[in-house]
Each structure stands twice: as structure tokens, then as C-alpha cells.
């Protein structure tokens, strides 16, 4: 099977540059529009699709991104592997601005945002107890090493609603909880891959320690934005890396990624909402088709 790189662009990060054949699509899905247009093109002779979550110019805010129409869009081009980077505020000292960290656990706390593609008339429960794709994970900590990064494998992601930054209370709370960056978008982005059967991988850009750290304060977002440039651009460089490590080919996900609705969905097939099943082609078009 051909690989397809999926990346998702968080803020400060609205396109990448060097794919031959480039061009920008629109991509129409029942779910709405996508954030943007997806730049689409071949890196490496690996096809390649970026999205700007947040839309060029920085449109969409965290809650009204719409997560469900981005994944589709990206599931219906043909997407094998989803990157997604993200600014993020960090909770250890050794975690420090300009730090990439590969996260592989999240804790979603997030309330205002659709989270599932399933849902009356066609009802789906997939796994995220292990949320990440191990594989890409691995080969964007690579793509970052062999730059020189400075990198963190692993590390758990708390997902907030915002747009407001933590109180400091929130930023204590969530250290205390054991969670090492913070940010507004991996949820409920991490589970629709998951439903949409895509391996996803994230990758944290830090920007800021949040507000819990006694040397550096408030966030300011004036702080951020100056180490989100920089940041963006090693972002780039990493993305720039993965066609090599990915490989156009690609096996089956040897953790199942690919196959997350195998036993998924539970509504009786003559129970099952017709318009949903529609909406569904794309992401659960392999096990409702069958
Ligand atoms: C620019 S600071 C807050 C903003 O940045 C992060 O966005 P993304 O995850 O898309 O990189 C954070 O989640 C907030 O949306
Ligand atoms: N401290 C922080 N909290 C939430 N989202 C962020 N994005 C970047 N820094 C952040």
C-alpha cells in the first residue's frame, strides 16, 4: 500500500515548502468544511498533504476547528499517516522552550467540541488507551534526532478547552497529575484518527512553561510567538525528514492502527441510520462496506 503523510500544521505552522507538484485542493466532506485548503504534492516520491489546523492567517480558534471535517478530508485523500505538531506549554523544567517532545499519552479535557463520528444510528467504540502510533512516532523522533533537536520521547499531553490559558491553579493541578505538556487541539483530533483508522503520531513544539513555573510567570503570548517562528521551522525540517524514514510503501500497522473498527460498531445492521452511513464512507467505508 502507498504511504500517504498526513501533516497537521498547529500554530505557527501554515504550510511547508519543497513538495514537487505542489497545489493547494479543497476537499468537500459530510462533516463541513476542513480548515483550509490541503497542500498537496510528493516529497521524497512520498505523497504528502498539509493541513493549517487553525486555517491560513490563523482563523479557526481550539474549539471551532472543525476536527471532524479535517480528518475526513484527510482520510478521503488517501492519508496513511497523520502527523500532527502543536504548540504547547510545558510542566518540566527539562522540557524547555524550543524542545520538541513525541507524545504518547493524552488526557482530554476538552467539553465544547463534536469528538466522534459515530453516534445514534450507527454507534462505534474504538481503543485510545494507547492513542499514539508507536512506528510513526518513533520515525518522527528520529526526523528530529538526525537534525539535532533537542527531543523528549514520550510524554502526556493535556488537552484544554481555551482559549484562555491555565489558572495557575489548573497549571499545578495538571503537574500534579503527572501530565508534561499542555496544549488545545490533540483533542479530540487523536481520537477521530483513531475512528478514522490512521496512524497518528504528535509531536509538542514548546513555547512557554505555562504559568506554574516560579522563574517565568504568566504565559505571555508575545513569548510564544517569537519561539513559535523558530520552532516552525525546525518543524519544517523534521516533517522534511519523514518521506525517507516512512518509505512509499507501507505495510499493515503492525499495532492495529488501520484496523481500530474491526470490532467497532455495534448497532444492528438494520438498525443502522442510513444518513449517518453515509457520512461514514470515508472513515468507516473498509468495515460497513463489507
Ligand atoms: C499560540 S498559543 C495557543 C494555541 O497554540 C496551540 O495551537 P496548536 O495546538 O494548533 O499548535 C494551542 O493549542 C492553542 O490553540
Ligand atoms: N501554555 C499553553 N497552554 C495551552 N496551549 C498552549 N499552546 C502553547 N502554549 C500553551
Not at 115 to 137: D, E, I, M, N, Q
Not at 215 to 239: E, F, M, P, W
Request: hydrophobic share 40%; net charge negative; aromatic share 6%.
Amino acid at each position: 500500500m502507498d504511504t500517504v503523510i498526513g501533516v497537521i500544521g498547529g500554530s505557527g505552522l501554515y504550510e511547508i515548502a519543497g513538495l514537487e507538484a505542489a497545489e493547494w485542493v479543497s476537499v468537500a466532506t459530510p462533516w463541513g468544511t476542513p480548515s483550509d485548503q490541503i497542500l498537496t504534492g510528493r516529497l521524497d516520491g512520498v505523497a504528502m498533504a498539509f493541513l493549517p489546523r487553525h486555517g491560513r492567517g490563523h482563523v479557526h480558534s481550539p474549539s471551532t476547528v472543525p476536527y471532524r471535517a479535517n480528518i475526513d478530508a484527510l482520510k478521503r485523500l488517501g492519508v496513511t499517516d497523520v502527523i500532527s505538531v502543536s504548540a504547547c506549554g510545558s510542566f518540566r523544567e527539562e522540557m524547555a522552550p524550543g524542545d520538541f517532545v513525541v507524545v504518547d499519552q493524552f488526557i482530554d479535557r476538552t467539553f465544547a467540541r463534536e469528538k466522534s463520528f459515530f453516534g445514534t444510528g450507527c454507534v462505534g467504540h474504538v481503543s485510545v488507551a494507547h492513542p499514539v502510533c508507536p512506528r510513526l512516532s518513533a520515525a518522527c523522533l528520529a526526523a528530529g534526532r538526525d537534525l539535532g533537536l533537542r527531543m523528549h520521547n514520550g510524554g502526556t499531553y493535556l488537552a484544554m478547552e481555551g482559549p484562555q490559558f491555565s489558572t495557575l491553579a489548573e497549571s499545578r493541578m495538571y503537574r500534579s497529575w503527572g501530565c508534561d505538556v499542555i496544549g488545545m487541539t490533540n483533542m479530540p483530533e487523536a481520537k477521530l484518527a483513531r475512528e478514522a483508522e490512521l496512524c497518528y503520531a504528535s509531536v509538542a513544539m514548546i513555547t512557554d512553561y505555562d504559568s506554574w513555573h516560579p522563574d517565568h510567570g504568566a504565559v505571555d503570548i508575545t513569548q510564544i510567538i517569537k519561539t513559535l517562528g523558530q520552532n516552525a521551522d525546525h518543524a519544517r525540517s523534521l516533517v522534511a525528514r519523514l518521506p525517507a524514514l516512512l518509505g512509499a510503501l507501507r505495510e499493515p500497522c503492525l499495532h492495529g492502527c488501520d484496523r481500530a473498527l474491526d470490532y467497532a460498531i455495534m448497532t444492528a445492521p438494520e438498525k443502522r441510520d442510513p444518513g449517518l452511513m453515509a457520512k461514514l464512507d470515508a472513515v468507516a467505508g473498509r468495515v460497513l462496506n463489507r
